[in-house]
């Protein structure tokens, strides 16, 4: 028979209820841009109305601004849940994902739980990055994410399983791709071009792109001992 499945306790995350960002929880992103495009800065990411809001201004100066923030605690295995929507706008994509804490990438892999590189935000997309080669595994689910979505992953020694709104979309078993160190969680909005990725915002952009998360909340894997 199969394995009982995994029970899961609530070890940390931030449900966005205050009015700034928790920094005890919370770094800030302040440099260039993903890709070298545009910039990083604190002023796009902002709490309020019981959300994490990154926004985006492409006509900013200094080639654009967007933000992001990243998780100071790191785990090994865990299930990551999020709710998130985004606005339209070529240009950028959202991605909340699990970065390597060693800062080692692509040795020590990269885990994306929701990349939307898509202007109109037709479908998400998760990715397994793994190997100093930067061998990539990926799948997508079609949606209008302009609309509320919750997203969750459960990152074990032997499988990555991803979720969109609670039904199972992929898994991952190839022990390979299994990233073997701690990793945090980052949510940040990139702005292109990307090669083959990103377009470059057009002139179809609007002033300003928001990536909006509701909550974020990390688990531990529950022992056999129920610890």
Known sequence: PPPPPQQWRQVGGDEFDGSRVDRSTWSVYNSP?????GLRRPSAVGVGDGLLTVTARPRAAGGGVSGGVAMHDGRLYGRWEFRARTDVGN???????????????????????MEI??????????????????????????????????FALEWLPDRITWYV???EKWEVTDRRAIPTTPMHLA???????????????????????????????????????GR
Do not use: C, K
């Not at 970065?99 to 739980?113: A, I, K, Q, V, Y």
């Not at 037709?122 to 595994?137: E, K, M, P, R």
């Not at 179809?204 to 909340?217: F, G, I, K, S």
């Open 117 to 150: 590189p898509f202007g109109d935000r037709h479908a998400a997309t998760a990715f397994v990055h793994y190997g100093a080669q930067n061998h990539i595994l990926s799948t997508d689910t079609p949606g209008d994410f302009t609309q509320w979505h919750t």
């Open 187 to 225: 949510v940040q909005l990139d702005q292109g071009p990307a090669s083959g990725w990103i377009p470059g915002p057009d002139a179809t952009t609007p002033d300003e792109v928001r990536l909006q998360v509701d909550w974020a909340r990390v688990f531990a894997p529950v022992d056999a001992a």
């Open 165 to 167: 709104d609670g039904v």
């Open 33 to 37: 841009g993903g890709f070298g495009n």
């Open 91 to 113: 240009g950028y994509s959202p991605a909340i994902l699990l970065w390597p804490d060693s800062e080692r990438f692509p040795d020590d892999g990269e885990l994306d739980m």
